[in-house]
């Protein structure tokens, strides 16, 4: 029982594709206006590099938020089996409305310090901080941060 997932959280495909191509779009915007506009050819190049970074960041965001995360009775992970947490290491679940947090999502804190790590769009390490949101939708990622301060207080 204790691998039974307590709750469940990811992307829809609608928020995937607004998501991503709103940042494709970004990219594709930047390299448009770089070829078509008389610039210097330093904002010229500073133009193609940022749109080409957008146009990489769409494509690695659209693999990360084809993942899930699970949450069981001892750990945090997405579907792709990284562990983000263990319950037993986190310290603090912080989603209050000015918390340093991802949009539609919430942040822990640990007790020691995790590998930094980034899935664009639904999670990211780095220190002792771990973040959850972005595409997900704020009603599950609510229930995930109510389940994870509840099994903390000891009420599940």
Known sequence: MQDEIVAQAGASAGRRVIGVGI???L??????VAVTTAMGPVWQVLLVAVGALSLWAAQVMWQATALTLHLTREELRDSAGTLLARV????TVERGAFAFKPSNGFMLKTV????????????????????????IPSAEAKFMAD?????KTGQI
Not at 88 to 91: N, R, T
Not at 116 to 133: E, F, L, M, T
């Open 88 to 91: 037993e290491d986190i310290v």
């Open 147 to 151: 389940m994870i301060t509840a099994m």
């Open 23 to 25: 940042v494709a779009a």
């Open 112 to 135: 020691d310090k995790q590998p930094r790590g980034w899935k664009p769009g639904i999670w990211w390490r780095v220190g002792r901080r771990v973040a959850i949101g972005g595409v």
């Open 27 to 32: 990219g594709l915007l930047l390299l448009y």
